[in-house]
């Protein structure tokens, strides 16, 4: 038997040039269901172990996929793309606006009026196009770290780790979503929550638990917020002032 992808010879049940399992030519809805399945959430699949390290030891999962070991965890950027669909999909769900109750302010001259409908625009912009904002967050978190912990990696590693903490953040979005709507809580919640998570995993990436440590993941996280904020409105009034 030759390999159906690439034509070599078949002596293992995967293919030893390419790796492709041994199958037999035509697509039946049970293989493609169970494909998806066992790929994507099979109890000790990628999935899970990514998930499962994020919550609670998301400095081995850096340490572990910078290091090399890839197949056992769930690449970064597509793990933030399957976490910002789930977090779409559940918000869909529930009706959660997060704009809810802003820009009801009573604006005094005409100048205010056209300045807050701007703000408007740029953050209902935001909101809706929220999964490409978000990779502003993985960019900002990638040149924070970056610069705090300059020697430790490079910037394309960092932003291995940004889309990692941004894909977590979007999933804890569930939760904080779902608070909101039960209107627990407030806004600031999001941010809370994730300045935490990113300075826990900075200290747990440092490897080293000190004052000085946690510190310093804090001001990292502190600062990929307020680089986050900066980028992702002048981009979002860049594009709302381009469109007028
Ligand atoms: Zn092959």
């Given at each position: 038997m030759a390999c159906l992808n690439c034509s070599e010879a078949l002596n293992?049940?995967?293919?030893?040039?390419?790796?492709?399992?041994s199958i037999s030519p035509g697509i039946t809805f049970q293989e493609t269901i169970s494909d998806f399945l066992s790929t994507n959430?099979?109890?000790?699949?990628p999935i899970w172990s990514t998930l499962r390290l994020l919550v609670l030891n998301p400095g081995r999962l850096f340490r572990e996929f910078i290091g090399g070991k890839r197949k056992s965890y769930y690449k970064p950027i597509q793990f933030f793309i399957v976490t910002t669909i789930v977090y779409l999909a559940y918000t869909e769900l529930i009706d959660y606006d997060p704009l809810k109750g802003e820009f009801q302010q009573t604006a005094r001259s005409e100048n205010q009026k056209a300045f807050l409908n701007l703000g408007e625009q740029a953050a209902r912009l935001m909101v809706k196009n929220i999964s490409n904002f978000l990779f502003l967050l993985a960019t900002s978190i990638a040149l924070s770290w970056k610069m705090f912990?300059?020697?430790?990696?490079?910037l394309a590693e960092y932003l291995s780790i940004g889309f990692y903490i941004s894909g977590i953040y979007v999933l804890f979005g569930v939760i904080t979503s779902t608070l909101l709507t039960l209107e627990?809580?407030?806004?600031?919640l999001n941010f809370i929550v994730l300045t935490l998570h990113s300075t826990y995993a900075f200290v747990s990436y440092a490897g080293e638990t000190s004052f000085w440590k946690i510190g310093k993941g804090l001001f990292a996280s502190l600062l990929a917020l307020i680089l986050y904020l900066i980028f992702s409105f002048s981009l979002a009034y860049l594009i709302v002032w381009i469109r007028q």
């Open positions: 293992d049940p995967y293919c030893q040039h390419c790796g492709q399992k959430f099979s109890i000790d699949g912990e300059w020697k430790k990696g490079t627990v809580g407030n806004k600031s």
